[in-house]
């Protein structure tokens, strides 16, 4: 094979992911500022609180750096947006007026970013799951779409059922009871 074959043969890069250095980026330019914005918009916080909220938003596939943080939030107390205030030995920032019109101003702009993130989120969690429950996850929807509308009764609950199970299996808080089983009714 040729090399412009070869060139030819790889697919473009999603221009809906941005990336960086060929790597997928997590957050598209200026979104963290958005999405730290809004943070403290909605009560006040501190560094620590905001790195973390963000790392938990991405299922810890994503964690902001103190080194991205702390100069992030330097830059909105300089503008007026925030003000630290000392509570527990910590800078807890609180949001001023000036960093409220900032926010009503921007917040077609901070829906777009909070929608990316998540959506963003969503594709990393996807792409790490283990290789067979990404394919009995598949095999599951396509379930639904096939049977849509035809359920017997108990039918729904049977299935919830064992989806509350492996929920619970997931969040490690499943007790040593078996699994509840509804019967259906055949055809």
Same mark, same amino acid.
């Given at each position: 094979?040729?090399?412009?074959?070869?060139?030819?043969?790889?697919?473009?890069?999603?221009?809906?992911?941005?990336?960086?250095?060929?790597?997928?980026?997590?957050?598209?330019?200026?979104?963290?500022?958005?999405?730290?914005?809004?943070?403290?918009?909605?009560?006040?916080?501190?560094?620590?609180?905001?790195?973390?909220?963000?790392?938990?938003?991405?299922?810890?596939?994503?964690?902001?750096?103190?080194?991205?943080?702390?100069?992030?939030?330097?830059?909105?107390?300089?503008?007026?947006?925030?003000? $630290?205030?000392?509570?527990?030995?910590?800078?807890?920032?609180?949001?001023?007026?000036?960093?409220?019109?900032?926010?009503?101003?921007?917040? $077609?702009?901070?829906?777009?970013?909070?929608?990316?993130?998540?959506?963003?989120?969503?594709?990393?969690?996807?792409?790490?799951?283990? $290789? $067979?429950?990404?394919?009995?996850?598949?095999?599951?929807?396509?379930?639904?779409?096939?049977?849509?509308?035809?359920?017997?009764?108990?039918?729904?609950?049977?299935?919830?059922?064992?989806?509350?199970?492996?929920?619970?299996?997931?969040? !490690?808080?499943?007790?040593? !009871?078996?699994?509840?089983?509804?019967?259906?009714?055949?055809?």
């Amino acid at each position: 094979m040729s090399r412009s074959a070869t060139l030819r043969a790889r697919p473009a890069p999603s221009p809906e992911v941005p990336r960086r250095n060929g790597q997928p980026r997590v957050l598209s330019r200026g979104d963290l500022r958005l999405l730290v914005l809004a943070l403290i918009g909605e009560q006040p916080r501190h560094g620590y609180e905001l790195i973390q909220h963000i790392s938990g938003l991405f299922m810890q596939a994503y964690t902001p750096s103190a080194g991205t943080m702390y100069p992030l939030l330097a830059s909105f107390e300089q503008a007026g947006w925030v003000e $630290p205030h000392e509570e527990d030995g910590r800078r807890v920032f609180r949001i001023t007026a000036a960093g409220e019109f900032e926010l009503k101003v921007q917040r $077609p702009q901070v829906r777009l970013a909070q929608r990316r993130a998540f959506d963003r989120a969503r594709e990393i969690t996807k792409a790490s799951l283990p $290789p $067979p429950l990404a394919a009995a996850l598949r095999e599951f929807k396509q379930a639904l779409v096939r049977h849509h509308g035809r359920w017997s009764e108990g039918e729904a609950e049977q299935v919830a059922a064992h989806l509350q199970h492996a929920a619970a299996l997931l969040n !490690g808080s499943l007790g040593d !009871g078996p699994l509840p089983i509804t019967p259906t009714e055949p055809d």
